[in-house]
């Protein structure tokens, strides 16, 4: 299994920035990819950002201004947030798919104030 915890939300004012990260532990070797997924009031979750090895993708509503990244001696994942917004508002968890199932963080909150 894979364990996951998220640190780093808070609130911020629009056109602020802010750095989530993500450990992880347990049986880290059997990651596929890691990513963020967001989940605002009233809205399903969505996918803001992957990576796997070299690759990464993004949502189009955050390219540009959020940057994904994994350090893998450190077992970490960072988002890099900047020129945050309103919209952005919600609570972010981390994910991680393996070959043992699909893991969640508990999510941690980001409050853009406009």
């Known amino acids: 299994q894979v364990q996951l915890v998220e640190s780093g939300g808070g609130l911020v004012q629009s056109g602020g920035s802010l750095t989530l990260s993500c450990t992880a532990s347990g049986s880290i070797f059997s990651i596929y990819h890691m990513a963020w997924y967001r989940q605002a009031p009233g809205k399903q979750r969505e996918l803001v950002a992957i990576t796997r090895g070299s690759i990464t993708n993004y949502a189009d509503s955050v390219k540009g201004r959020f940057t994904i990244s994994r350090d893998n001696a450190k077992n970490t994942m960072a988002l890099q947030m900047n020129s945050l917004k309103p919209e952005d508002t919600a609570v972010y968890y981390c994910?991680?798919?393996?070959?043992?199932?699909?893991?969640w963080g508990q999510g941690t909150q980001v409050t853009v104030s406009s």
């Open positions: 994910n991680a798919l393996s070959s043992q199932g699909n893991y």
